[in-house]
């Protein structure tokens, strides 16, 4: 069984059902079933015709809406490779990602124009392909197709790829860049079916509804709930982009069962000004990921919504459902991730990778059916994710208690969390260095009310030379995507550095904790 035969499979089962509801559109989109499928077939003629094939990247880029969907289940019945991109990054970023994943085809909301404009010059000229191009809506470019049109000429027969098995890839989702440009975890088809298992264990019944808030070229938008959603029939509600105010009467007026969300959001959600009138009696429950959800909220959402909440954890190349954190352990196991998933091993290393136990740090390692395969175009990271006996390393270091419970301590890697998304320092640090001013740096992320975590740039000047806060960071705008500019800027005298010469960014995360405190 391959993706792309899910929609088929559920038009047969129930083709008037409700199936997805796009918010974010003036008005709505509301599709059943069958017309979900037939989008799907519509597009996936249209990019066969095109000379899309098996194996072939189809990328995106575009905020949320069911197109990112009619896609994902185009490429699926192709043998394609869905490719979402991050619409955040820098479009020299993005033209980066292109020369290294070789899309053929872009779907892109009139938003990019002027960045997929920058990103076709520099790919024909790096690559000599010239990208098919779809927009969603405006004028377009002068060799683009506009979407509508594509669907509403191209036929809605079944497309199937004869020859796709379960360990073909389905889709490229990018994960932070350590060194800069982001890798490609490649997803199987094999890899979301058993996510899926993984997660309807978990309480997901034939007749919820499901509102995503999370984007969908992240692994959140596009595998925690909404494929499964597909399996069981169940409905899917999209917006463009996380709004408190739409959330919240969306939550009501759709009376939504199952909603997710990363702490921020929560945050967020209880600052709206409907948050006093909005009924969220329909919710069955809340998941909570990417931090953990501060006590005092999961209280205030309990005693003012009635509200149970799970919280779990979950990466780009496994899963993503790895851990879960059950409703009645929210607060007595607060902080904790929670415990393995069904098919999910977990387990606690020392750096010669011995194995430990209960309340011993070391790093996490996982195995099971729900890993990725490997990274896109990258043999060297592929091999060196995984061990011998074929754990992957996460680079979190962690530790169990004697109930199983799960614990994420630090990070071995530099990344931080801030609104849920992952920033990788050593990309930020990349970029400072190239302003003429900057002797030595450090990217750390401190605590932040809002965010959860802030990033600081702790920035030594070389002698003679001055230069203001703001102008640095301008100067990374202008190199970096918005999200990954850090919130601040700290000029230090010197650095902690240790015998070997690293930088202790652990004591400078440390310092300014401490003066925050203070």
Avoid at 135 to 160: N, R
Avoid at 242 to 268: C, G, H, N, R, S
Avoid at 419 to 440: D, F, R
């Amino acid at each position: 069984m391959y993706i792309g035969d899910y929609l088929a499979r559920r038009e047969l089962y129930s083709p008037n059902h409700l199936a997805i509801v796009d918010a974010g559109k003036t008005p709505q989109i509301r599709l059943t079933y069958r017309q979900f499928n037939q989008r799907a077939n519509r597009l996936a003629n249209w990019l066969r015709a095109n000379g899309v094939q098996k194996g072939d990247r189809v990328a995106i880029l575009a905020r949320d809406g069911v197109e990112h969907l009619d896609v994902f289940f185009a490429c699926s019945k192709l043998g394609a490779i869905h490719t979402a991109l991050n619409w955040r990054l820098h479009w020299r970023e993005q033209a980066d990602i292109f020369t290294k994943v070789t899309p053929l085809a872009l779907i892109h909301s009139d938003d990019f124009r002027s960045d997929v404009e920058q990103i076709a010059a520099q790919y024909l000229n790096s690559t000599g392909i010239h990208l098919k191009l779809l927009h969603l809506e405006g004028s377009g470019l002068p060799e683009s197709t506009a979407y509508q049109f594509a669907l509403d000429h191209s036929p809605d027969s079944p497309v199937t790829c004869e020859t796709l098995e379960a360990e073909d890839i389905a889709a490229l989702i990018f994960t932070g860049g350590t060194t800069g440009l982001p890798k490609a975890a490649q997803v199987s088809h094999r890899m979301i079916a058993w996510n899926t298992l993984n997660t309807v264990i978990h309480d997901v019944t034939h007749n919820d509804i499901y509102l995503n808030v999370f984007p969908m070229f992240h692994t959140g938008g596009l595998f925690v709930y909404t494929l499964p959603q597909v399996i069981f029939g169940g409905v899917t509600i999209l917006i463009r982009q996380f709004d408190p105010v739409q959330v919240l009467d969306l939550l009501q007026q759709e009376k939504v069962t199952i909603f997710a969300a990363v702490p921020t959001m929560y945050q967020m959600l209880t600052q709206a000004k409907n948050w006093p009138t909005a009924d969220l009696s329909s919710l069955r429950f809340c998941t909570s990921g990417g931090a953990p959800l501060p006590v005092p909220l999961v209280e205030q959402y309990t005693r003012e919504k009635g509200i149970r909440f799970k919280q779990g954890f979950g990466m780009t190349e496994f899963g993503p459902g790895i851990f879960a954190l059950a409703p009645e352990d929210a607060i007595s196991k607060a902080g904790s991730i929670g415990r393995p998933n069904f098919f999910v091993d977990a387990k606690i290393v020392d750096d010669q990778g011995v194995y430990l136990g209960p309340n011993q740090d070391g790093e996490l390692v996982l195995k099971g059916p729900s890993y990725c395969s490997g990274y896109f175009n990258d043999p060297q990271a592929s091999a060196a994710a995984v061990d011998e006996l074929g754990y992957f390393h996460t680079g979190d270091i962690a530790r169990y208690d004697e109930q199983g419970y799960f614990y994420i301590v630090d990070r071995k890697k530099d990344m931080f969390i801030s609104g849920g998304e992952n920033i990788y320092p050593a990309e930020i640090e990349k970029a400072l260095y190239q302003h003429p001013a900057v002797h030595m740096c450090a990217v750390i992320g401190v605590p932040d009310p809002k965010w959860g975590e802030a990033g600081k740039a702790c920035v030594v000047l070389k002698p003679g030379f001055q230069v203001e806060e703001q102008e640095l960071l301008d100067f990374l705008s202008q190199r970096l995507a918005k999200y990954k500019v850090p919130r601040s800027i700290a000029f230090l005298q010197s650095l902690p550095i240790s015998a070997a010469g690293k930088i202790l960014k652990r004591e400078l995360r440390q310092q300014f904790i401490q003066s925050t405190e203070d």
